[in-house]
């Protein structure tokens, strides 16, 4: 490597670290609690008043009692704590009257400013049959649709939005602690001044026709995994409920200071490049985005004549692949076959293929946008409901199919197809000799939703995720 790669990498690392790294989060806090035990007053909150109630019954809840609002009942809260519209979750406990076929939309709780012109709103949709959470305010609307729906049967609604953390980041969805509905991005809007609970508006006195418990808001996102951990705990007091969360938020923020110290500092990172693979669309924004440190360009040329062992995994992106003569060809091989990871995608990944690096049999698929895929338990999609579908990019990338006696591990799968055809595999994953091989199809790093399966992919062709396991294990 170059006297002058070698301080431009230097600078580009700093920068890219400085990019990856996130605002410190706030200690997780309630900002606004209603447990609805028998009364209609805040538990948290500050000095909130309160308008109605008067006709709401209790009954049999989640978590004590809950606001029976199944033939009629509503309140109004004025006076709420700020909402900080950058970060925050809100969740809540609903069993409700209807299925999912109810022709009406139900509205459940609507944090709203007092000019109309804004607020959050959380309701039945009837168009997407489940629950819905919007996020309004001028000239900007935030909107996430969910999937799956129970009658008369406690369901946890929970939503989380972030304009800070690139793998937190957009308004997302949550129903008994998986993640539900489409991608959505988020603009931070107003704050809202007060919250109505159990109709759409004195117009509008439709019921929520449901029991609803546990409203609290937090003054922070959480992840994935920390709002299955508020899911879990759900029979438990807000005290314990805060505990526990707190206790994932610690462990999550250590494993998550651990890997990227694996990574950015312990870890050596290569950029195969070539005539028809460039990296002119990877620049040191995107990698910072992504949560990667900058690799070193390595061209494809010089793979024969260049210390291969020096790289703990190599990338290789989309773009129409590498064109290897056989000597460097051979030279990848063996980087792989003594120790070494490959991550390849789309062209990369038919690179990995052309080379000998995975054996799968690939097939013209002319997809260009995102397509279903189902994930498998697997390293490298840790952080994902599993088979939860997610949306993934693809720009015409081959479908592949594994031999039966092959030892490649499927680890996404295609949901494409009519009737669906999960035979065919978006990504891969091998072991290669000594060395670790993964590749995508798709283009993982087109999507915020599929971010994490690269980053995961890259570390797991590291070895970094076996250092971790061998580390938790002493």
């Not at 793998?167 to 704050?191: D, H, M, Q, T, W």
């Amino acid at each position: 490597m170059s006297s002058l790669w070698q301080a431009l990498s230097g600078m580009l690392l700093i920068c890219t670290i400085a990019a990856a790294d996130t605002p410190a989060r706030p200690e997780l806090e309630v900002v606004f609690h209603l447990p609805f035990d028998g009364s209609i007053e805040a538990a948290s909150g500050g000095h909130v008043t309160i308008t109605g109630g008067e006709d709401i019954r209790f009954v049999e809840g989640k978590i004590g009692q809950a606001a029976d609002l199944r033939a009629s009942g509503s309140v109004e809260y004025h006076n709420l704590p700020a909402l900080d519209m950058q970060s925050g979750t809100i969740e809540f406990w609903i069993n409700s009257t209807h299925d999912g076929r109810h022709m009406e939309d139900r509205f459940y709780l609507q944090f709203l400013r007092d000019d109309g012109q804004g607020g959050i709103e959380a309701k039945f949709y009837h168009v997407e049959c489940s629950i819905q959470a919007t996020i309004w305010g001028e000239a900007v609307t935030n909107r996430r649709y969910g999937w799956g729906w129970a009658q008369g049967a406690w369901q946890h609604i929970a939503f989380t939005w972030d304009t800070a953390d690139p793998e937190l980041a957009g308004l997302k969805l949550y129903r008994n602690g998986v993640e539900s509905g489409y991608p959505c991005s988020y603009k931070p809007v107003a704050p809202p001044d007060f919250l109505r609970v159990g109709y759409k508006s004195a117009a509008e006195p439709i019921s929520a026709s449901a029991l609803i418990d546990e409203v609290v808001v937090y003054n922070r996102a959480l992840f994935r995994e920390q709002i299955k951990t508020l899911y879990e705990a759900g029979e438990q007091p807000l005290e314990q409920r805060l505990i526990a969360v707190r206790e994932r938020i610690s462990a999550d923020e250590a494993r998550k200071s651990y890997l990227t110290d694996q990574l950015f500092n312990h870890t050596r990172f290569g950029f195969i490049h070539g005539r028809y693979q460039s990296m002119a669309n990877w620049s040191e924004k995107v990698f910072a985005t992504l949560g990667l440190p900058v690799p070193e360009p390595i061209d494809e040329t010089e793979l024969a004549t260049t210390d291969m062992g020096q790289y703990d995994v190599l990338l290789v992106g989309g773009g129409g692949g590498l064109r290897l003569d056989e000597a460097n060809a051979e030279a990848l091989r063996q980087y792989v076959r003594s120790g070494g990871g490959y991550v390849g995608i789309c062209g990369g990944a038919i690179s990995a293929a052309s080379c000998g690096l995975i054996e799968a049999e690939r097939y013209n698929f002319g997809a260009r946008g995102p397509v279903w895929g189902i994930p498998r338990e697997h390293p490298i999609t840790e952080g994902y409901d599993i088979p939860q579908k997610i949306l993934f990019p693809h720009a015409s990338g081959p479908l592949f199919v594994i031999h039966e006696d092959s030892d490649e591990v499927p680890v996404v799968l295609f949901d494409v197809g009519n009737p669906p055809l999960p035979t065919f595999v978006n990504a891969i994953a091998r072991q290669y000799g000594e060395g670790r091989v993964a590749v995508f199809s798709g283009h993982p790093e087109g999507s915020a939703e599929t971010h994490r399966l690269l980053r995961n992919a890259i570390m797991w062709a590291a070895g970094i995720v076996a250092i971790e396991e061998q580390a938790t294990a002493r």
